[in-house]
Every structure is written in C-alpha cells, then in structure tokens.
C-alpha cells in the first residue's frame, strides 16, 4: 500500500500522467546548492535548474521510482537554460508537453509519454514572459493554456489554443488570480503553477502562491462557471499547506483514479537540509470532492 506524504525523489514543479497502467512523472530538475548565509546570499545560491532539459520517472505502483532520464533536451526544442514545470497531455494520438524555458513557454511533441520530444513549433507561444504553463481540454473541444504572467509578480492568466496547439488564438483579460490574501503574501506576491479540474460544471483552478523557498508556500483553488472565469477564491484556503515535517507544499497537479471525482494530487516540498530548501522533493496526496455543507459548489479536499 502507498503510503501518502512520503518524499519520493528530487524534483519541483510536478506533474503525474497515467497512461497504459504505468505513472509517469515530469518535473523540474534539481540541483545541490549550498546553504544560505552572509557569503552565500540568496540570490547567488539559486542557480538555474533544468539547464539540460526535462526527466522523467516512471513507476508502475507509486512506490518503486525509475529514472527515465532526460525526456526533453535541450538541443531538440526551443531553450537555452530553465527548462521548468513541464506538463503531458495526450491529444490525437500524441504527448504533448507544454514547458517553460528562459522564462518563455513552448510546446514539445513526442509519440511516447517517455520521449523523446521534439519542437513542435520555432516559435514561443507568447512572446511576453511567462511560466507555468497548463493545457485545460474542455468538454466542448475547446483547448485553453493558462499560465503565470511575470508582469507586477506572477499572475496567473488564461489564452484560448489553436486546435493543433501550435499558437495561441486569444488571451483573455482581465487577470484570473493574482496574490492578495494573508496566506498568499507571507513571502512575496506570487501566484503561479495554476491546474485546472472540472467538476459537475464547475471549474476549479488550484494555483500556489508565496516564494518556493517560504515553508508556507501553498496550494489554493477558486472556482468559476467559465474557464476564463471570473473566478472566486475558496474560503478556506489554503487546501495544501505544511504539516509535519513537510514544508514548502505546493506547485502541484492532479491525475484522476478509477475511483469516481477521486485523484492523486502531486506536489513539491522543501528538502530536509535546515538551511536550504533545495533540492525540492516530490510528494503524493490523494484528493476528493466534498459536498459543500452550506449548499453551492462541492469542495476539493486535498488528504496530506
């Protein structure tokens, strides 16, 4: 049996597919880094990470982990360095892999969910920064990208795709989420790594905010009956939050089980080096819908 809240290998920025019976998980690259102090300030210690590409790790029962190596490289799609928070989508036949690089997004395409991929276009798919990048699949057809804008700290926002998720068609304004509360604002504003579920018509958008490095880095979610909302904010978040000696929870996805509105949510958390919060562990967590007790929209549950 799995055993939730366990750290299973160094990584950040998740993302759990399942196809064919076997779990495949991408996510950012970590590296060592030194702790912090006087001689080492922050910002000189937080190198790149990702600056080969992408892995991925596979797994038939969540529990026994293979490093699949690097699914992306570098030379084969567009990037020079930060190749983070990478996500597969099977559409049409096909992987497709929304990532970002040099803080800009593009799309990698690939006919195994264990790679290789390879540029789908020469082109960013925004040319304004931006990270975080979500493919949503609505019921109608419709392909939305949402993702963090850089611009007055990460918000989070919403383009409609083309069919062939080579461009974007339309981005919609205004911003979806952005960084106001007390939870979200302990280290930074910050809004980012956002993940879209739709429930009984509802759609949910989780996203994390603070700093990855604040142990109160967490995960919320707010709801809309659009998927470019508006959209408001839970009541009680944050839904993913520290416990134990789990800190720094969040940049998460979920992937549905055979169990009906139940799912395994993946996320990243803080090493257990006391003086650095590298390099990031991922983490599992299952998830549900709840009835809501006051009436309106159920309630997603995170069990850490």
Not at 106 to 130: H, Q
Not at 274 to 285: E, V, W, Y
Request: net charge negative; charged share 25%; with cysteine.
């Amino acid at each position: 049996m799995y055993k939730y809240g366990k750290k299973l290998f160094r990584g950040g920025d998740a993302f759990l597919l399942k196809h064919e019976g076997i779990y495949y998980v991408y996510c950012t690259t970590e590296n060592d880094l030194p702790a912090f102090t006087e001689e080492y300030p922050f910002f000189e210690t937080y190198k790149e990470n990702g600056d080969d590409g992408i892995e991925v790790h596979i797994s038939k029962d969540l529990t026994d982990w293979k490093n699949g190596g690097f699914c992306l490289k570098k030379e084969d799609v567009l990037g020079t360095h930060g190749f983070w928070a990478p996500e597969v989508s099977y559409y049409n036949g096909m992987f497709y892999m929304v990532y970002t690089a040099d803080e800009h997004l593009a799309i990698a395409v690939s006919d195994s969910p264990a790679g290789p991929f390879k540029k789908l276009t020469n082109d960013w798919l925004r040319e304004l920064p931006a990270i975080d990048g979500h493919l949503f699949f609505d019921d109608d057809g419709s392909i939305y990208l949402y993702f963090a804008d850089l611009e007055n700290g990460n918000r989070i926002k919403v383009a409609k795709m083309s069919d062939d998720l080579t461009k974007i068609e339309h981005e919609y304004e205004p911003v979806l989420i952005s960084a106001d509360k007390p939870w979200e604002t302990v280290d930074c504003r910050i809004a980012e790594g956002p993940f879209v579920l739709k429930h009984n018509g509802v759609y949910y958008l989780t996203y994390s905010s603070n700093h990855t490095r604040c142990p109160d880095y967490a995960v919320g979610y707010a709801v809309s009956d659009k998927p470019y909302g508006p959209f408001k904010k839970y009541d009680n978040n944050p839904i993913l939050h520290k416990f134990d000696d789990i800190v720094g929870t969040g940049h998460n996805s979920f992937a549905p089980t055979e169990e009906n509105n139940k799912y395994l949510c993946i996320y990243h958390c803080h090493s257990d080096n006391p003086n650095s919060f590298k390099p990031r562990q991922i983490c599992l967590a299952e998830a549900k819908f709840v009835a809501n007790p006051n009436g309106g929209a159920d309630i997603l549950v995170v069990n850490q």
